[in-house]
């Protein structure tokens, strides 16, 4: 699709919150939170003319590589949130995109997210083959702390495994990101979720996971660090780490 005359290098978009997008104690699933923003992010691809429909053009989609979440607090049932968006960096096959929440005048979320260009023929990673220097990048973050390297090789305990299903993938015919996170949230104390205790949570995505391949789940509880990882045949397709308040 062409450019849209709506375009702008940073887009704020408004939504309000849905009751199927909440916990039992009314506030927003973390999972939920993640398809807003990447939502959001997509929307002001699709804006800017570098959208999955663009991209297949030439066989080519945005996956994600890494999200790093700060959150202050959650947003609740019926409530109206604002997603701010704008691109950090975009070179060659690699991008940087930032994303706030806002409730009111209230930064509640910040978000950064790392994502490569894949060719869905040969699933290879390679330079976007679209023009994108109409996007303005911007040097700002919006998160304190940046991407960290999460420590996956220390001893984990097994908790579960879990077999891709239908309803697990997407459009690039593959396991969600999304997908991957409810597969660990899962497993973990639900009073840490009725308490909004996550204070960031950091996401990395290595490998992709297919429909009926069967995946390992595993998790390390140091204090109020949890790391989860995702594997198939002993490699790591996936790792998550949640900090807690």
């Given at each position: 699709m062409p450019i849209s005359p709506n375009f702008t290098s940073i887009l704020h978009e408004e939504k309000e919150i849905?009751?199927?997008?909440?916990?039992?104690?009314?506030?927003?699933?973390?999972?939920?939170?993640?398809?807003?923003?990447?939502?959001?992010?997509?929307?002001?691809?699709?804006?800017g003319g570098i959208s999955f429909s663009d991209m297949q053009e030439f066989h080519q989609a945005w996956v994600l590589s890494r999200m790093r979440l700060e959150i202050k607090r959650l947003p609740k049932w019926k409530d109206v949130i604002t997603?701010?968006?704008?691109?950090n960096s975009l070179e060659n096959s690699r991008s940087i995109r930032c994303l706030e929440m806002y409730l009111g005048d209230e930064k509640i979320i910040g978000c950064e997210t790392f994502w490569a260009v894949f060719n869905t023929k040969t699933r290879r990673?390679?330079?976007?083959?679209?023009?994108?220097?109409?996007?303005?990048?911007?040097?700002?973050?919006?998160?304190?702390?940046?991407?960290?390297?999460?420590?996956?090789?220390?001893?984990?305990?097994?908790?579960?495994?879990?077999?891709?299903k239908l309803s697990d993938l997407d459009i690039v015919n593959h396991a969600n990101s999304v997908k991957y996170l409810e597969?660990?949230?899962?497993l973990i104390d639900i009073s840490i979720i009725k308490n909004q205790q996550i204070?960031?949570?950091?996401?990395?995505?290595?490998?992709?996971?297919?429909?009926?391949?069967?995946?390992?789940?595993?998790?390390?509880?140091?204090?109020?660090?949890?790391?989860?990882?995702?594997s198939k045949e002993e490699k790591t397709n996936f790792a998550l780490q949640l900090y807690l308040k």
């Open positions: 849905t009751f199927l997008q909440c916990y039992p104690n009314g506030y927003l699933k973390y999972t939920d939170l993640c398809n807003i923003l990447q939502l959001t992010a997509a929307t002001h691809a699709e804006l997603v701010k968006t704008w691109i990673p390679e330079n976007l083959a679209l023009p994108h220097e109409h996007f303005q990048k911007f040097p700002e973050r919006a998160t304190n702390e940046a991407f960290s390297k999460i420590d996956f090789q220390q001893e984990m305990n097994f908790t579960g495994n879990h077999t891709v597969w660990c949230l899962d204070e960031s949570l950091e996401m990395n995505y290595l490998k992709e996971v297919s429909l009926n391949e069967t995946v390992d789940l595993k998790q390390k509880v140091n204090n109020k660090n949890i790391v989860f990882t995702i």
